[in-house]
């Protein structure tokens, strides 16, 4: 008698259920994206504690990835890797995006932090130094300002050194909005640091 095809097994029957709702996802189904959610919040969210460790951030982070699943679920090619791994991957890269900007950051604030102070009788050249210190302070405090968006886009460019088309693929916002973001911030910059430009000039 001809052999009977294998029933599938339980793990293949999730992955076929996956790609339903992750297909569902990318008409826009609300409803399969909060069962994606469901189904691997848990495992994503481990995945972002691993790297930046167990505060709100890697929630934050575990955010921004599901927003990416719902902006990108139509880009997800199944023969290069499961959802679940595609799910991972995202949630990696970005809490390793967050990892650089926020490493980056500290290194800005410490770097301006340690700028030495001059002595009393300071010369022209220290008192170059402490504007120069200072400036960079008001930079930092410019850049604090700024909503997260905004701000991330700033330090991907200039510290990160990425081109804004590689901060859209990185970060999973049209270029469009990307270059809206970038040009906001500067405005706002501009406009914080008035004087500082005026100094300079």
Do not use: C, H
Not at 2 to 22: K, Y
Not at 123 to 146: I, K, M, Q, T, W
């Amino acid at each position: 008698m001809p052999a009977q095809d294998a029933e599938p097994t339980a793990i293949q029957l999730r992955a076929t259920d996956d790609l339903a709702l992750l297909r569902r996802v990318a008409v826009r189904d609300e409803a399969a994206l909060a069962e994606l959610y469901d189904r691997y919040a848990s495992l994503l969210l481990a995945v972002t504690r691993r790297i930046l460790g167990a505060g709100a951030e890697a929630e934050e982070v575990l955010q921004d990835a599901f927003f990416q699943v719902w902006l990108q679920a139509d880009r997800y090619n199944p023969s290069r890797s499961s959802v679940s791994t595609w799910l991972v991957l995202i949630a990696r890269s970005r809490a390793l995006d967050r990892l650089r900007s926020r490493r980056s950051l500290e290194r800005a604030t410490t770097a301006a932090a340690a700028e030495p102070a001059p002595p009393a009788d300071a010369s022209s050249g220290g008192e170059a130094r402490v504007l120069n210190a200072e400036r960079s302070a008001r930079v930092r405090s410019a850049l604090d300002e700024l909503p997260a968006e905004q701000r991330d886009v700033l330090e991907l460019a200039f510290f990160g050194g990425l081109s804004q088309s590689e901060i859209a693929a990185t970060t999973g916002a049209p270029l469009g909005t990307v270059k809206t973001r970038a040009l906001l911030a500067m405005k706002k910059l501009r406009q914080a640091l008035r004087e500082d430009v005026r100094g300079l000039m």
